[in-house]
Structure formats: structure tokens, C-alpha cells
T-cell receptor
Framework: EAGVAQSPRYKIIEKRQSVAFWCNPI?????LYWYQQILGQGPKLLIQ????????DSQLPKDRFSAERLKGVDSTLKIQPAKLEDSAVYLC????????????FGPGTRLTVT | SQQGEEDPQALSIQEGENATMNCSYK?????LQWYRQNSGRGLVHLIL?????REKHSGRLRVTLDTSKKSSSLLITASRAADTASYFC?????????????FGKGTHLIIQP
């Protein structure tokens, strides 16, 4: 089966600019997650969707980050305006939502804010 | 906040030796998972151990779980250069499958040829 797809793979922007990332989960996976991974650290959950509804966005900096999952399939994560500290890899993952079933992660989008 | 803490943060061994990484966590869990991440790549699932299991094997991997100590270990036997990567433990909280995975900071493993 096809894995989780993400685009772009790399993005370089200047601070205060906007950027958007796209994720296409594995077909049939109800749950989708966005993680932020700063260099040298473990991934940190930003937002979790169940179908097209938000389950948890408690760690999403809502003043600048937004995310949506239209029709319960693809998802976009947007940053507006970007700050230097947003430089990180943004990982998308999907799962069937069943406890104990491993997740599938995409290759990530590496964002550099200059 | 990060639930798991891997130890050591970095490990360098010779090819063919065994590598052991440890993970400690803070709250009750449904299961604990180990992931590998090669430089600049996404996370690859290695093994999942449920809270009622104590040990699990997959190829050259052996994972143990001690829920009384809230700790887990990952053993890679007969290491290979291709095992060079960062390894993360992630916990799935007892709130059920709808909870996000909480990751530790990872152990960076270097296998020297």
C-alpha cells in the first residue's frame, strides 16, 4: 500500500512569510496527526484529527498555526507569519485509530526560516 | 511536554556489537512503541509492546517493558552499519487509541564499521 505522502519535502522562507504543508494519509485511516520535530529533539504533537474533526490541538500555537482536514482525507498545515523558531521538520502520520496498531509516518517537510 | 526519556542520548559502538537503549516514561500507558529515524527521513515503526506484555522480539530487536518501573529497553543484536539512526520510544496513553503518541528525545546510535 502507498505510504503517507507529504509535500513539499523542503521549504526555505523568510521570517514573517507564510507557508503551507500538505499531507495525504493512507487510504482509510481515520486519524491524522501533525508533529513538529525541532533538530535534536523528539517529535511534538501539534494537532490530531479524527476524520475531519479536531480531537486535540492543545499544543498548536493558534496565533500563527492553522490546520484543516477537508473531507476527512488530505490535510494542510499553515504557518502565518513564520518565526525563526518554527524551523523544524513537520511530520504527518496516520493511523486507523485502533489502539495498539502502529502508525505510519510520512517523510516530513523540512522548514527553514531565515 | 515529552513523556519518554531515552538513555543514553548518544551511543557509538562497533559493528557486530549489541546496542541497548533505555526509555523511561511518566504516566500509565496502553502500549509503547519504538521508532527509528534515519537522518533527514521520516519515522519508521520498529516494534510495539502492549502494557500487559513484558518482552517482545522482532528479528534482531528485543524490547522489554517494566510497567512497575515505567521503563522499556530496546536491544539491537549483531549491529550493522545500516542501524545507524536515531531511535525513539513513544507511548500511547491509557486514554485509548485516540490519544496522540508522546515521543522522547531519542537516542542517536552510531555503528562504526
Amino acid at each position: 500500500e502507498a505510504g503517507v505522502a507529504q509535500s513539499p519535502r523542503y521549504k526555505i522562507i523568510e521570517k514573517r512569510q507564510s507557508v503551507a504543508f500538505w499531507c495525504n494519509p493512507i487510504s482509510g485511516h481515520a486519524t491524522l496527526y501533525w508533529y513538529q520535530q525541532i533538530l535534536g529533539q523528539g517529535p511534538k504533537l501539534l494537532i490530531q484529527f479524527q476524520n475531519n474533526g479536531v480531537v486535540d490541538d492543545s499544543q498548536l500555537p493558534k496565533d500563527r498555526f492553522s490546520a484543516e482536514r477537508l473531507k476527512g482525507v488530505d490535510s494542510t498545515l499553515k504557518i502565518q507569519p513564520a518565526k525563526l523558531e518554527d524551523s523544524a521538520v513537520y511530520l504527518c502520520a496516520s493511523s486507523p485509530g485502533t489502539p495498539g496498531v502502529p502508525w505510519n509516518f510520512g517523510p516530513g517537510t523540512r522548514l527553514t526560516v531565515t | 511536554s515529552q513523556q519518554g526519556e531515552e538513555d543514553p542520548q548518544a551511543l557509538s559502538i562497533q559493528e557486530g556489537e549489541n546496542a541497548t537503549m533505555n526509555c523511561s516514561y511518566k504516566t500509565s500507558i496502553n502500549n509503547l512503541q519504538w521508532y527509528r529515524q534515519n537522518s533527514g527521513r521520516g519515522l519508521v515503526h520498529l516494534i510495539l509492546i502492549r502494557s500487559n506484555e513484558r518482552e517482545k522480539h522482532s528479528g534482531r530487536l528485543r524490547v522489554t517493558l517494566d510497567t512497575s518501573k515505567k521503563s522499556s529497553s530496546l536491544l539491537i543484536t549483531a549491529s550493522r552499519a545500516a542501524d545507524t539512526a536515531s531511535y525513539f520510544c513513544a507511548t500511547d496513553g491509557s486514554g485509548g487509541g485516540a490519544d496522540g503518541l508522546t515521543f522522547g528525545k531519542g537516542t542517536h546510535l552510531i555503528i562504526q564499521p
